[in-house]
């Protein structure tokens, strides 16, 4: 009994057995699959001048609606798409689109602002990455200064690779951003050897700061910081008015967040770029 027992357990708890990993396996299939169908869309979220709510740019972020289970977060399915490389061939579809659309907009008249588009280090580290984006940015006539690239602090783990990446992207005319700033290897050294143009606030610092003076304090420390070594800084993930006032009393000029415009699907998005700015929460 005790043996039997003993090898129930033994099966119950086998990796491949185990539903995380079993959902894993799954996820990976149907990722595959999507990637090849093309099934995936991407919603964009407003970036606004904190004081006059004008949209001066747009974050693309990439949605999948799986066809058994549902709406499945960026937050599951990219650290995925990283671990099998599938990012590579999903990161390209995303630069493609978003680019197009952007073109798109120009073309229409409907606005001219910039796309901010998520890279991760996996892919950029791909041997044939620049040539990739040039030639997309090439085939479809964008502006390479309308394209703002957002790579995240993981990057300095492999800083003179990442740096002759950064460089060449720089002397093309890409715009460039460092995402969830604060939340990686942060160390000011090497900050101002990076030839970037923005610093993204992370959602996180930017929750804290009602909840504590500290959380306060070291916000506005990234905007004096960011400011000084003149890069644009933007908050993300901002919710409340109090965190608006907040940062514009620090002298934080841009910011992203539920407060102004959750990520829109494509139709929505036009309507709001065509009238240019988001109305609501406006301080007078
Ligand atoms: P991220 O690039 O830092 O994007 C910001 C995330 O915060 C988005 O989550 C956005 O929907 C969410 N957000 C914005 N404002 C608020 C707010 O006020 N409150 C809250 N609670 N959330 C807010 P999302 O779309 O789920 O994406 C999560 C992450 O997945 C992104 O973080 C990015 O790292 C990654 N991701 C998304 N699309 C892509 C992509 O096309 N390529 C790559 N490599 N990564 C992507
Ligand atoms: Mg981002
Ligand atoms: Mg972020
Ligand atoms: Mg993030």
Known sequence: LAKDRGKNNFQFYHPQLNSLSLRKMELETA?????????????????????????????????????????????????????????????????????????????????????????????????????????????LGVIPSCVELEITESIIQNIDESLLILNQLKELGFKLSIDDFGTGYSSLS?????????????KSFVDDIVEDSSGGAIVKTIIDMGTNLNFTVIAEGIETEDQQQFLIQNGCELGQGYLFSRPLPLQEVKELLRQGIVHNKIIQ
Request: net charge negative; aromatic share 8%; with cysteine.
């Open 190 to 202: 090497y900050l101002k050897h990076l030839p970037i143009d923005k610093i993204k606030i992370d």
């Open 31 to 139: 990722l595959r699959k999507a990637i090849e169908q093309e099934s995936f869309t991407i919603h964009y979220q407003p970036q606004v001048d904190l004081k006059t709510g004008m949209i001066v740019g747009v974050e693309a972020l990439l949605r999948w609606v799986h066809p058994t289970h549902g709406f499945i977060s960026p937050g599951e399915f990219i650290p995925l798409a990283e671990e099998t490389g599938l990012i590579v061939p999903l990161g390209k579809w995303v630069l493609q689109e978003a680019c197009r659309q952007n073109k798109q907009w120009r073309d229409a008249g409907l606005s001219d602002i910039p796309v901010s588009i998520n890279i991760s280090v996996r892919q950029m580290q791909e041997e044939d990455f620049i040539e990739c984006v040039e030639r997309v940015v090439q085939e």
